[in-house]
């Protein structure tokens, strides 16, 4: 096992390396948690690399991470993680909020010809030469103490971090796109912020086919769903599963009684659950169903144009040399020719290139 790392315990010797790491431009940052039983992701463990120092900081035992908070929530320094939205998701319930300081480098990949879902081992060997271990992602990080293999797998987490990043900067830089990473996480760090509850039903499959007043219903249970399992801090499919979301959105039981046939098992307190489903499916009348997700299917006419400015954008995208999806994805062809304003390709780096085809197709 490495021994040049600084494993954190406690907050006096959290706030010992984040003021000697003061002077720090850039900082390497992960994180590893667990949310098998949970709603809300455990944070089990931080791993950090600056130019001078690596540490792994133990939030299980160290329960006051204020220093940690203070240090990557200053913007003197840049924070730089691989594939970010949930290491940022988990680090906001803790206090810890990047806002627009930091940089991802699965995006900085894309944006530069690589995958859009690029790994941080490809990326590892691809431009640093490293082959890295990746065995111990499905890991136990709860438990304690955390044996050398785990402890050494997490040290590669942030070790070639910066190197793979100084790496995408360059060539970034040379391309003049280090303005389109910057942009990019921009509004990666403020989706992740303004994560909407209300929106809980966007995760349901194939509810489209339903009558509108199945919808209403799916809708509702849905997002009863999302409070509850946030209440009890539990996952959302102990609660309720997507199936049987659906069952009973379209067999709308109006008794306790009619509930059984539609569980494949019944849970604990399941009366009291199943009154709650009854109030919140008698509400759900009033739910508005003028949202994108749920209008008309585009026409032969409206397929022919999402399909020429998906064609379009292609060509652009090969020009730039970027995989297609990474300029626009065919989801948001179909949105935008539908008539919805996807701002991201009326503004910023997508905006320029696109304008025209765009507006060949009067969805400018």
């Not at 997507?242 to 008794?255: F, H, L, Q």
Request: hydrophobic share 40%; aromatic share 8%; proline share 3%.
């Amino acid at each position: 096992m490495r021994e040049d790392f600084t494993y954190i315990e406690n907050v006096d010797a959290l706030w010992n390396w984040c003021g000697a790491q003061k002077a720090a431009v850039e900082v390497a940052v992960d994180t590893e948690f667990e949310r098998h039983s949970t709603y809300y992701p455990e944070l089990c463990l931080v791993q950090l690399a600056t130019e001078g120092s690596i540490a792994l900081l133990d939030p299980i035992k160290c329960e006051d991470i204020t220093p940690l908070a203070e240090f990557l929530n200053s913007k003197e320094r840049i924070k730089v993680l691989h594939a970010a939205r949930q290491d940022l998701e988990v680090m906001n319930l803790e206090g810890v909020n990047l806002g627009d300081t930091f940089l991802d480098t699965q995006i900085a990949a894309a944006l530069v010809g690589e995958d859009e879902q690029i790994g941080y081992g490809e990326l590892v060997k691809k431009l640093v030469k490293v082959d890295l271990d990746k065995n111990q992602q499905r890991a136990n990080w709860k438990k304690r103490p955390l044996p050398e293999i785990q402890l050494d797998y997490a040290i590669s987490d942030v070790l070639y971090l910066l190197p793979v990043f100084f790496a995408l900067k360059t060539e970034l830089t040379r391309l003049g796109r280090f303005g389109w990473l910057e942009e990019e996480c921009a509004k990666l760090g403020k989706m992740v912020s303004n994560i909407n509850p209300c929106d809980a039903w966007k995760r349901l499959k194939n509810i489209s086919n339903l009558d509108d007043d199945s919808k209403r219903r799916a809708i509702a249970l849905a997002n009863w769903r999302e409070d509850e399992a946030k209440r009890i801090n539990i996952p959302r499919n102990w609660v309720l599963r997507d199936s049987e979301i659906k069952r009973i959105a379209v067999a709308n039981p109006t008794k306790v009684t009619q509930f059984s046939d539609l569980f494949e098992e019944r849970s604990r307190n399941w009366d009291k659950k199943v009154r709650a489903m009854l109030c919140v499916l008698k509400e759900s009348r009033d739910i508005n169903l003028n949202i994108p997700k749920f209008r008309t299917r585009l026409s032969d006419i409206q397929k022919q144009k999402a399909k020429r400015l998906m064609e379009g954008s292609a060509n652009v995208a090969e020009k730039l040399g970027i995989k297609p999806s990474v300029l626009m994805t065919v989801g948001d062809s179909k949105k935008l020719i539908k008539g919805e304003r996807v701002a991201k390709y009326y503004s910023g780096w997508r905006g320029t290139y696109l304008r025209k085809i765009l507006d060949s197709e009067g969805v400018g």
